[in-house]
């Protein structure tokens, strides 16, 4: 059973980065979607970037330009490399794997946490 890793949060100003990882315990090569979501106290978890292959990517609006999905199967990680952070970006972070287009079968990490502030 495949298990995800997500590490990289922490602290950051506004207007900072920060770089998330996400590292399953066995291959994503066959993983069809692997993505990031964010959830915040009194919010519904929601999709902040998703990635299929390079070029089939989608972000959300409120990270789009300020967000970087990436995915590397031979190391079987994705990042999300985020810049110009703001408050609003706060928020646990959680890595996705859904296992095919029409499946159901998917598998979450247990999230890291990021706080944007002062």
């Known amino acids: 059973q495949l298990q995800l890793v997500e590490s990289g949060g922490g602290l950051a100003q506004p207007g900072g980065s920060l770089t998330l990882s996400c590292t399953g315990s066995?291959?994503?090569?066959?993983?069809?979607?692997m993505g990031w979501y964010r959830q915040t106290p009194g919010k519904q978890r929601e999709r902040v970037a998703s990635?299929?292959?390079?070029?089939?990517?989608n972000y959300a609006d409120s990270v789009l330009g300020r967000f970087t999905i990436s995915r590397f199967n031979a190391n079987n990680t994705i990042t999300l490399q985020m810049n110009n952070l703001k408050p609003e970006d706060t928020g646990d972070y959680f890595c996705?794997?859904?296992?095919?287009?029409?499946?159901?079968?998917?598998?979450w990490g247990q999230g890291t946490h990021v706080t944007v502030g002062t």
């Open positions: 066995s291959s994503i090569g066959s993983i069809y979607r």
């Open positions: 996705r794997a859904k296992f095919s287009r029409l499946g159901s079968k998917e598998v």
């Open positions: 990635v299929v292959t390079p070029d089939n990517i």
